[in-house]
C-alpha cells in the first residue's frame, strides 16, 4: 500500500469516526484532498504532511490502517 492509500484512508476514517474532532478548516481540507486523490491518484508532500499533522493532532494512527 502506498503513502497516498494510506492517506486516502486515513482521510475516509477521519472523515466518517473522528468527524467531530475535525475542525471546520480540516474537513473542508480533508475533503479536497479525498477529491485530489480520487482525481489525480497523487498527493504533493506538503499535502501528505498536512494530512499527517491533522491524524496525528486527533490520535489517528495509520499503522492500523
Request: glycine share 8%; no cysteine.
Amino acid at each position: 500500500m502506498t503513502n497516498e492509500q494510506r492517506i486516502a484512508r486515513g482521510i475516509d476514517r477521519a472523515m466518517d469516526s473522528r468527524y467531530s474532532d475535525l475542525t471546520a478548516w480540516e474537513r473542508s481540507f480533508l475533503g479536497g484532498l479525498r477529491d485530489t486523490y480520487h482525481k489525480h491518484k497523487t498527493l504533493s508532500m506538503k499535502q501528505k504532511t498536512a494530512a499527517f499533522n491533522v491524524f496525528k493532532r486527533i490520535g489517528l494512527d495509520l499503522g492500523d490502517i
